[in-house]
Nanobody, 120 residues
Framework: QVQLVESGGGLVQAGGSLRLACAAS????MGWFRQAPGKEREFVAA????????WYADSVKGRFTVSRENAKNTMYLQMNVLKPEDTAVYYC?????????????????WGQGTQVTVSS
């Protein structure tokens, strides 16, 4: 059973920064998603295992950076210039084989989520 353990959420003022971490029990393609109250879960960023390419949602491009520490099977999401609209529960997800890295239904494993709240 794959385990994903997230950490790093919290409360921050607009313009501030947070770093999320997701530790996996194996080596997978991994992504970050978020879900705000009353909204569907949406893609944020991903780091592909084969090739190390990264993807970002347009809404976070230039502000968020996804990275990976392979030795620890850990993925990070550095979030800068945070906005109130970034407020959501952030989820880490992992997959062994994936075609469309932005689709939630492509991911097999999910973390428990961590709350990020950005105050204005």
């Amino acid at each position: 059973q794959v385990q994903l353990v997230e950490s790093g959420g919290g409360l921050v003022q607009a313009g501030g920064s947070l770093r999320l971490a997701c530790a996996a029990s194996g080596s997978y393609t991994m992504g970050w998603f978020r879900q705000a109250p009353g909204k569907e879960r949406e893609f944020v960023a991903a780091f592909r295992l084969d090739g190390g390419r990264t993807w970002y949602a347009d809404s976070v491009k230039g502000r968020f950076t996804v990275s990976r520490e392979n030795a620890k099977n850990t993925m990070y999401l550095q979030m800068n210039v945070l906005k109130p609209e970034d407020t959501a529960v952030y989820y880490c997800a992992a997959a062994r084989f994936i075609l469309n890295i932005r689709r939630t239904d492509e991911y097999e494993y999910w973390g428990q989520g961590t709350q990020v709240t950005v105050s204005s």
